[in-house]
């Protein structure tokens, strides 16, 4: 079970830090990709950590800007995002597969039930 928090409304320019917390497996085994979805658009990728926290990957239009990060100890995984845009705003999600990375959506098991992140010009 994944649980996504930490969204809220900001001025073009700020940041915001995502978490996601994850419960009843085994945390440090599985890959936990960050994805948004805009009103009517499709849900996309925005980044993903891999199992051990070794290799990140970023969607271009968020790299240089977002990091993520997690700490299997508290089982939680982090999406910190700067100079936030009005075009990030969107529902965000947090997901997690087995071990590796990957950038598609139905690659992943487990979903968070999503975070509002709004912000104004």
């Known amino acids: 079970q994944l649980q996504a928090s930490g969204g809220g409304l900001v001025q073009a320019g700020g940041s915001l830090r995502l978490s996601c917390a994850a419960s009843?497996?085994?945390?440090?085994?599985?890959?936990v990709g960050w994805f948004r979805q805009a009103p009517g658009k499709e849900r996309e990728f925005v980044a993903a950590?891999?199992?051990?926290?070794?290799?990140?990957y970023f969607a271009d239009s968020v790299k240089g800007r977002f990091t993520i990060s997690r700490d299997n100890g508290k089982n939680t995984a982090y999406l910190q995002m700067n100079s936030l845009i009005p075009e990030d705003t969107a529902v965000y999600y947090c997901a997690a597969r087995y071990i590796a990375v990957h950038t598609s959506p139905s690659e992943y098991d487990l979903w968070g039930q999503g975070t509002q992140v709004t912000v104004s010009s």
């Open positions: 950590i891999s199992s051990n926290g070794g290799y990140t």
């Open positions: 009843g497996r085994t945390f440090s085994n599985y890959a």
